[in-house]
């Protein structure tokens, strides 16, 4: 719920300005300014592309306060975040929840960023992968349709905003882990994983160098077009190897 200063549409003209074609890029603003980053991103880039921060399990009705997924479709979303670690800690979703959501978004033809990660005390427990594991199973088990592409990104909680650093093997690791589950799940047809904790310049530099690493899911360091163009500097050079 943060604003560039230059605004969504300011912001989205200024980024496209400073990324190219290579490397899909993504961006979630908050929901009124949605239509915006899609109009705006649509006529600088073919690769630039919207996301809703959340949906509805709801197809409709009387839900005050609730997008639908068809809602962000119409307003040009391609893409939405689903299971992020904040819906998670301070709205109590719940897996299977997040699972519903999945299978509205997929429904309307929405690309689902789905987020999975750990706390601190999971992490410092040493069962970080039966979590995550949980997580998806339970999720994925209320999806009865194909989910033609689906985006993980694995969030270690406690290393947002924290001032630890998940290393690049650790990351490997979880990585490797989520792409054995995922190609289990009979209705993934094809699957991409990004990470998501705390990232900048400086660590996606070091983390887009592993393999298991698709792109990043960038939290407030994307409120600043240098530093998440620098992001993108450094997902490009990695692709590109």
Request: net charge negative.
């Amino acid at each position: 719920m943060n604003l560039p200063a230059q605004g969504a549409a300011g912001f989205i003209q200024q980024l496209s300005s400073r990324i190219d074609d290579t490397v899909q890029t993504v961006v979630a603003p908050s929901f009124p300014f949605l239509a915006d980053v899609a109009r705006v991103g649509a006529a600088r880039s073919p690769r630039v592309f919207a996301a809703g921060q959340n949906c509805s399990d709801f197809v409709s009705g009387a839900f005050t306060g609730e997008v639908a997924a068809a809602m962000l479709e119409m307003a040009g979303a391609s893409h939405v975040i689903l299971g992020h670690s904040e819906r998670r800690t301070w709205y109590a979703e719940t897996d299977d929840w997040i699972g519903r959501k999945i299978a509205a978004a997929v429904a309307c033809g929405l690309t689902v960023v789905f987020c999975v990660g750990e706390d601190e005390r999971t992490f410092e427990a040493g069962d970080t992968l039966p979590l995550i594991e949980r997580q998806i199973r339970i999720a994925l088990d209320q999806v009865s349709l194909a989910i033609p592409h689906l985006i993980f990104a694995y969030e270690p909680v406690w290393a947002i905003g924290t001032g630890k650093n998940a290393t690049p093997a650790y990351v490997a690791g979880v990585h490797a882990a989520i792409a054995g589950i995922a190609a289990s799940m009979s209705m993934v047809e094809r699957f991409s994983i990004v990470y998501g904790g705390s990232v900048t310049p400086d660590n996606a530099r070091e983390l887009a160098q592993v393999p298991a690493v698709d792109g990043f899911l960038v939290g407030g360091a994307s409120l600043d077009v240098s530093r998440f163009a620098a992001i993108f500097e450094a997902t490009r050079t990695a692709a590109a190897k």
